[in-house]
């Protein structure tokens, strides 16, 4: 069982910033893919932006512009940079990790913006 070790959540104000940052505990793995993904009270979870261990990155619509993901593949670790985030950002974001043997997701973490 690998653990994602998940921070950077938080309350902001809109317009503000946040950096979430994301890594497996554990090593002796290959990660293909990583990601955030969000749920909102009462929405269905939906990807935030994803970048594969090639550097190639997905980026929702809503989100598009506003952020910044990035991967550290000598320590396994994904960031997100949210900017200019506005109260329907909040939401509880969730990493992924795709390897070739299996996929695991955070227990997630609180990001709030007030207007």
């Known amino acids: 069982q690998v653990d994602l070790v998940e921070s950077g959540g938080g309350l902001v104000q809109a317009g503000g910033s946040l950096r979430l940052s994301c890594a497996p505990s554990?090593?002796?793995?290959?990660?293909?893919?990583m990601g955030w993904l969000r749920q909102a009270p009462g929405k269905r979870r939906e990807l935030v932006a994803s970048?594969?261990?090639?550097?190639?990155?997905t980026y929702a619509d809503s989100i598009k512009g506003r952020s910044t993901i990035s991967m550290d593949g000598a320590k396994n670790t994904v960031s997100l940079q949210l900017n200019s985030l506005q109260p329907e950002d909040t939401a509880v974001y969730f990493c992924?990790?795709?390897?070739?043997?299996?996929?695991?997701w955070g227990q997630g973490i609180q990001v709030t913006v007030s207007s």
């Open positions: 970048i594969t261990s090639g550097g190639t990155t």
């Open positions: 992924e990790v795709d390897t070739d043997d299996w996929t695991q």
């Open positions: 554990g090593n002796g793995f290959s990660i293909n893919r």
